[in-house]
């Protein structure tokens, strides 16, 4: 989470240097293309990913118990079966 603040932290900096170092009438420009931006983002409901990469849209729930992992997305589930009972073998 601290990564998170930090990287808000200089992102916001660096926006506020551009916007700063802009006239008044290039400075509204800008707000106003960074505003639609910002709608634009915050109502897409599509995600994409790189050949490298994983990209989950919605909420996701993942856990691992017994070095065993699963991941619930929305109706998909995926997961390994369950250990055996340590009196299975």
Same mark, same amino acid.
């Given at each position: 989470?601290?990564? $998170?603040?930090? !990287?808000?932290?200089?992102? =916001? #900096? $660096?926006? !506020?240097?551009?916007?700063?170092?802009?006239g008044?009438?290039?400075?509204?420009?800008?707000?106003? #293309?960074?505003?639609?931006?910002?709608?634009? =983002?915050?109502? *897409? /409901? #599509?995600?994409? /990913?790189?050949?490298?990469?994983?990209?989950?849209?919605?909420?996701?729930?993942i *856990? #691992?118990?017994?070095?065993?992992?699963?991941? $619930?997305?929305?109706?998909?589930?995926? %997961?390994?079966? %369950?250990?055996?009972?340590? =009196?299975?073998?």
């Amino acid at each position: 989470m601290h990564i $998170r603040a930090r !990287e808000q932290a200089v992102w =916001q #900096a $660096r926006f !506020e240097t551009a916007l700063e170092s802009l006239g008044n009438d290039e400075r509204e420009s800008a707000v106003a #293309a960074l505003r639609v931006a910002l709608r634009e =983002q915050a109502t *897409s /409901s #599509a995600v994409s /990913s790189g050949d490298d990469g994983q990209t989950i849209g919605g909420s996701v729930h993942i *856990s #691992a118990h017994y070095g065993v992992a699963a991941l $619930r997305m929305g109706d998909v589930n995926l %997961s390994h079966p %369950s250990p055996p009972d340590p =009196q299975q073998g």
